[in-house]
């Protein structure tokens, strides 16, 4: 791209298009295919599944572009107090200086691979490793904390099924928790953005706000694990 004169803020663009276009293409595609397994099971026609998987689409696509505009307006994702994008800003570390024009960190891309390698004679997943390194710590831990739980749940028995049983139940709830958070920071935002406010700051700001925030965070570990626990193996 930058030898046929795309360079600058409009190389960047480009970029960041043609691989937002390619990793989309890939994530529908990935899904299209469970989504067709499941439909052959239920006995659904490929036809019909495609017609709505294009309706899918558009809808989504339409949400998710409302919704970061809306984060935009917020939070903004420049600035002191913009959101936290750890994926955004490694990859703009490594758009910027190839269309720049500036020297590239090829000495640190080569030391990371060859960390990645020696990651992976060792047994260590590379990718997990690297997210655990960029992502900011305030996300980090409870990820920390999730894989804990997840190692908890899935060695309490010798029954192997039972261990699968119980990390995919922990899995689904996971997921569960993930998709309520993104809604409710949805939600959250289109509060701010309308001056609507239910909390005090000087709370917010308070010790016992946090002693609280820890104990919910107990709580919810406490429930995952629960609920995890209950899981009974497919016969």
């Not at 791209?1 to 595609?29: E, F, R």
Request: charged share 10%.
């Amino acid at each position: 791209m930058v030898s046929v004169g795309l360079k600058g803020t409009s190389g960047m663009v480009a970029a960041l298009i043609i691989g937002g276009v390619v990793c989309t293409a890939l994530s529908m595609a990935g899904g299209f295919i469970t989504d067709l397994k499941i439909g052959y099971w239920l006995g659904s026609s490929p036809y019909k599944q495609q017609s709505f998987k294009f309706l899918g689409t558009l809808v989504s696509a339409a949400t998710v572009g409302g919704v970061i505009i809306l984060l935009n307006k917020t939070y903004g994702f420049v600035g002191p107090n913009a959101m936290i994008a750890p994926q955004a800003n490694a990859m703009a570390a490594v758009i910027e200086p190839l269309m720049s024009g500036h020297a590239a960190p090829w000495f640190l891309y080569l030391g990371g691979a060859f960390i990645a390698l020696i990651l992976l004679m060792v047994g260590v997943p590379a990718l997990p490793f690297a997210l655990g390194m960029y992502i900011p710590l305030e996300l980090n831990t409870p990820l920390l904390i999730g894989g804990l739980i997840a190692h908890f749940v899935s060695t309490r028995s010798k029954n192997e099924k039972l261990n699968n049983a119980r990390r995919e139940r922990g899995t689904l709830i996971a997921s569960g928790f993930i998709a309520g958070g993104a809604l409710m920071g949805v939600i959250s935002a289109v509060l701010r953005y309308f001056d609507i406010n239910f909390v005090k700051q000087a709370w917010f700001d308070s010790h016992p706000a946090e002693m609280l925030a820890l104990i919910m965070f107990a709580v919810l570990c406490g429930y995952m694990i629960w609920d995890s626990l209950r899981a009974k193996p497919e016969e």
